[in-house]
């Protein structure tokens, strides 16, 4: 129910919220509610919560687990979460999957690539451009999974043909997809980027296809590293093809 329809919303202007505000935390939530209040139009009396103390009575007196809440003319909408639906908005749950930070990495990978571009060549739209941007989502895709090669590598076992026959494989492919993502970018030492680009690419891009397309497999990609919510799908199959393809556009130029 958006705030445009609601009856509720034309007449209530004035909440009350209650949020943790000690010497060594402000709540970060708190500090989300108050301010989606406030946009909307909302008078916020603001309770601070400053003592665990305080806290704990407050959960007692009305029943909650936790901190911040809101009312409204007396009614509890609830957290940042609840205030969020109250406002007609949309909670993700919690392993609800998204190629949302898939699509963030290759927006700002492809501006990246178009404004080395611009600035080398004067022109944003140029056929290294392209090349760059494969190069560069690749360093920073290893970049992510090298923040914690335990958690992708336990997650990259779960569909990774190679690496289920020699585990070693899932801990150095971080290592290996940046260092072919340097090497390329620079456009140096080909005789190495170019077969790890086919090889890595190649292996990713059949063990991707076998899990989804035909075993039928509901899994989460490693490719943003372990604890992305990134389903496995068509997104994986086209950033290993997309270097397997840089591989032999570069064996051709």
């Known amino acids: 129910m958006s705030s445009a329809t609601s009856p509720l919303h034309a007449h209530r202007k004035h909440a009350d919220l209650y949020r943790m505000v000690m010497p060594g935390h402000v709540c970060s939530f708190g500090l989300k509610s108050k301010w989606q209040l406030e946009r909307r139009g909302y008078t916020v009396e603001d309770h601070w919560l400053r003592t665990r103390e305080e806290v704990d009575a407050f959960k007692a007196e009305h029943g909650v687990a936790t901190t911040p809440q809101t009312f409204v003319d007396g009614q509890r909408i609830g957290g940042n979460d609840d205030l969020t639906r109250f406002f007609g908005g949309s909670v993700p749950a919690k392993d609800q999957t998204s190629y949302r930070p898939v699509a963030a990495l290759f927006a700002m990978t492809a501006l990246m690539a178009a404004a080395v571009s611009a600035a080398v060549f004067g022109t944003p739209l140029t056929l290294q451009a392209l090349a760059w941007f494969v190069s560069l989502s690749m360093c920073v895709l290893a970049l992510l999974k090298l923040q914690d090669v335990e958690r992708f590598s336990t997650m990259f076992l779960n569909y990774d043909l190679l690496a289920r026959r020699w585990v070693p494989y899932a801990y150095l492919y971080p290592f290996l997809e940046g260092l072919t993502g340097v090497l390329m970018t620079a456009g140096v030492a080909r005789w190495l980027s170019v077969p790890v680009a086919l090889v890595i690419g190649g292996i990713g891009a059949v ?15 490693a490719c943003v590293g372990g604890g992305s919510n990134v389903p496995l799908g068509f997104v994986s199959l086209t950033e290993n093809l997309f270097m397997v393809g840089m591989a032999v556009w570069m064996i051709a130029a």
């Open 207 to 221: 063990s991707v296809f076998k899990a989804v397309y035909l075993d039928k497999r509901a899994l989460k990609c």
